[in-house]
């Protein structure tokens, strides 16, 4: 008696680019790893919850920009409505730093380009410097003397480095265009290629995670 066994071949590959990048993205971003269930124990960490606090308070920075940019740039001077989701706004832009650099300076004393993540440490560190800029632009477009003070220190500073011909902060229209677009866009871009590259790799494991989990086995083992 004979048994069929059902076999499946390998998808060929691709003629079109769209194709590769199909099948790569597949193999290397398979479910699992793009909504895994689990994490590893080390995950439950405070030191791995910034990453995530970071992420949670620039979706609370591009919801709260979204709403000052429905009555224009001068409403949140005049509503008390206004005022609320400007401080909003400036609320969250600072819990977004404030956790941002812990998150850097958490994942620098770990060490978090090891295994092949060069890449998403770099995107990190990227989007901080970006966020930097988008953070100074929306200093200089808050429409009061803060602001042109700002924007005229600033402008020294940036002519003394040779970039104030392309990075004009004394240019309203420049600065709000770059503040509620274009850096946006490069950040979230960035971060996206950041979440990315976690999935793609993994969470990275504390320095001595090996030698504790060896350490936690020869436990279960000896009991």
């Given at each position: 008696?004979?048994?069929?066994?059902?076999?499946?071949?390998?998808?060929?590959?691709?003629?079109?680019?769209?194709?590769?990048?199909?099948?790569?993205?597949?193999?290397?971003?398979?479910?699992?790893?793009?909504?895994?269930?689990?994490?590893?124990?080390?995950?439950?960490?405070?030191?791995?919850?910034?990453?995530?606090?970071?992420?949670?308070?620039?979706?609370?920075?591009?919801?709260?920009?979204?709403?000052?940019?429905?009555?224009?740039?001068?409403?949140?001077?005049?509503?008390?409505?206004?005022?609320?989701?400007?401080?909003?706004?400036?609320?969250?832009?600072?819990?977004?730093?404030?956790?941002?650099?812990?998150?850097?300076?958490?994942?620098?004393?770990?060490?978090?380009?090891?295994?092949?993540?060069?890449?998403?440490?770099?995107?990190?560190?990227?989007?901080?410097?970006?966020?930097?800029?988008?953070?100074?632009?929306?200093?200089?477009?808050?429409?009061?003397?803060?602001?042109?003070?700002?924007?005229?220190?600033?402008?020294?500073g940036l002519n003394g480095i040779g970039v104030g011909a392309f990075f004009n902060v004394t240019d309203f229209g420049q600065m709000l265009m770059m503040h509620i677009f274009l850096l946006p866009a490069v950040v979230a871009l960035l971060v996206l290629g950041h979440v990315l590259f976690v999935r793609l790799r993994g969470v990275v494991p504390p320095i001595d995670a090996a030698k504790v989990e060896a350490a936690e086995a020869a436990?279960?083992?000896?009991?």
């Amino acid at each position: 008696m004979s048994i069929d066994v059902e076999t499946t071949s390998p998808e060929p590959k691709a003629a079109t680019w769209t194709g590769r990048l199909r099948q790569r993205a597949q193999k290397d971003l398979p479910y699992d790893k793009m909504m895994p269930e689990t994490q590893p124990a080390y995950v439950a960490s405070w030191i791995y919850v910034f990453g995530v606090l970071t992420l949670v308070s620039l979706a609370m920075i591009i919801l709260s920009g979204t709403v000052l940019t429905l009555r224009g740039p001068m409403w949140w001077h005049t509503s008390s409505l206004g005022h609320f989701v400007n401080s909003w706004h400036f609320w969250s832009v600072q819990l977004f730093f404030l956790f941002m650099v812990i998150h850097l300076w958490g994942k620098f004393w770990m060490a978090a380009w090891r295994g092949k993540r060069a890449r998403t440490w770099i995107t990190g560190i990227i989007a901080l410097i970006v966020s930097i800029g988008a953070g100074l632009t929306g200093y200089v477009v808050q429409t009061n003397f803060d602001s042109q003070w700002i924007a005229f220190e600033a402008k020294d500073g940036l002519n003394g480095i040779g970039v104030g011909a392309f990075f004009n902060v004394t240019d309203f229209g420049q600065m709000l265009m770059m503040h509620i677009f274009l850096l946006p866009a490069v950040v979230a871009l960035l971060v996206l290629g950041h979440v990315l590259f976690v999935r793609l790799r993994g969470v990275v494991p504390p320095i001595d995670a090996a030698k504790v989990e060896a350490a936690e086995a020869a436990r279960g083992a000896a009991q």
